[in-house]
């Protein structure tokens, strides 16, 4: 059966910074039926929930990558290592589950795919991609964010999910 992995935020799980959620209840309702695999990469890279938020300092997600960049919480500790670990977890559990599709937070320092804040702390998006994305853009998982996650489209459709 196809598997899809989701940011466990938007399946309901407490793990943002913030100690809240970032619930869609119909990616809730494809973790309940076994069809979805929720992660939280900032939790599997040993950050505590709650924890001060973070933003990628002068780059993106393929800047930490490639070492251009770092992440710093709000603090001005650098988390980079943590962020790095929980991006390599991500990636073995996308592998694990053979994951056709992977839909993220959008905005997030890990998770966003297409926007993220700008490293300021005021609220600011840009075009960017979090850690966590671009390790599995590199890898050629698809990644989407949860605005994109079209359900009537998608083979993991409304049809596919109703009751
Ligand atoms: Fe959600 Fe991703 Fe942030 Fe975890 S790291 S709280 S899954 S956006």
Request: hydrophobic fraction near 40%.
């Amino acid at each position: 059966m196809a598997k899809i992995l989701v940011s466990a935020c938007l399946a309901g799980e407490k793990c943002k910074y913030s100690g809240g959620h970032n619930l869609v209840p119909p990616i809730a309702e494809l973790v309940r039926r076994g069809k979805a695999v929720p992660v939280c990469p900032e939790a599997l890279g040993g950050l505590t929930i709650p924890r001060p938020p973070a933003e990628i300092r002068g780059g993106d997600g393929y800047d930490v990558l490639a070492g251009r960049a770092r992440v710093l919480d709000k603090e001005g500790q650098d988390v980079t290592a943590a962020f790095l670990r929980g991006a390599a977890a991500t990636l073995a559990k996308a592998r694990e589950i053979a994951a056709e599709l992977v839909v993220l937070k959008e905005k997030s320092p890990s998770c966003g795919s297409k926007l993220i804040y700008d490293g300021t702390f005021s609220g600011t998006a840009r075009p960017g991609t979090g850690v966590t994305a671009a390790l599995l853009q590199q890898h050629g998982f698809k990644v989407i964010s949860e605005g994109e996650f079209a359900f009537k489209d998608s083979k993991f459709g409304s049809e596919d999910i109703a009751p």
